[in-house]
């Protein structure tokens, strides 16, 4: 079992819609989680980061944090043409020298 | 001007090889990371240092040496480049609270031949 799961996709969603994007971890000590956005050959840049159960919200993007069933969420609103990439979900460990551990990503298409 | 730069932005270099790939910052952050990423294999961590007298491996160190010349700069070398190596290299910063993010440099697309 990998310690970071993310569904690969392609998940397609048309313009305006709500894109929901799902990352469980393994490790129940876990305490800080991540979510980049990457393009095609280009670096992860940050979206949000959450650590406590419930919900983030940061202009469209909300990151939902469920620790009891060991998941993370990120909901895109008015999903967007340019909203278009891989999205990494990254998962701090309390131990383990906190390193981050990486989900392969889920690659997102919105469609106009 | 980018907070994390590396150098070079895209490198060809043949089979055997010695190349250095550069990154300086100036976040401030003590920790800095070298990832390599392939398609379908996702983010692997090669090395990582928390200071300057601070070096450890990662999960994919064999084939790599670094060099942390002072906070702002950590060097990632290949010191005989084989093919396999081909791939989209990362530096990473962050600070050292537990909820830090990582923070990325452009990255060097390197091409072993």
């Known amino acids: 079992q990998k310690e970071v799961e993310q569904n690969s996709g392609p998940l397609s969603v048309p313009e305006g819609a709500i894109a929901s994007l799902n990352c469980t971890y393994s490790?129940?000590?876990?305490?800080?989680f991540f979510w980049y956005r990457q393009y095609s050959g280009k670096s992860p840049e940050l979206i949000m980061f959450?650590?406590s159960n419930g919900d983030k919200e940061d202009g469209r993007f909300t990151a939902q944090l469920n620790k009891a069933s060991q998941y993370v969420s990120l909901l895109i609103r008015d999903s967007q043409p340019s909203d278009s990439a891989t999205y990494l979900c990254?998962?701090?460990?309390?131990?383990?020298?906190?390193?981050?551990?990486w989900g392969l990503g889920t690659s997102l298409a919105v469609n106009p | 001007d980018a907070d994390v730069t590396q150098t070079p932005r895209n490198r060809i270099t043949k089979t055997g090889k010695r190349i250095m790939l550069e990154c300086s910052q100036t976040?401030?952050?003590?920790?800095m990371y070298w990832y390599r990423q392939d398609p379908g294999l996702g983010l692997r961590l090669i090395y990582y240092?928390?200071?300057?007298?601070?070096?450890n491996k990662g999960e994919i160190s064999d084939g790599y040496s670094v060099s942390r010349q002072a906070q702002a700069k950590f060097s990632l070398s290949l010191e005989s480049a084989i093919p396999n190596q081909t791939a989209l290299y990362f530096c990473?910063?962050?600070?050292?609270?537990?909820?830090?993010?990582?923070?990325f440099g452009n990255g060097t697309r390197l091409t072993v031949t």
């Open positions: 990473a910063t962050s600070a050292g609270q537990k909820n830090s993010p990582l923070h």
């Open positions: 976040k401030g952050h003590d920790r």
């Open positions: 240092s928390f200071d300057v007298k601070d070096i």
């Open positions: 490790d129940r000590g876990s305490q800080s």
């Open positions: 959450i650590y």
């Open positions: 990254a998962v701090r460990n309390a131990g383990n020298n906190r390193k981050l551990i």
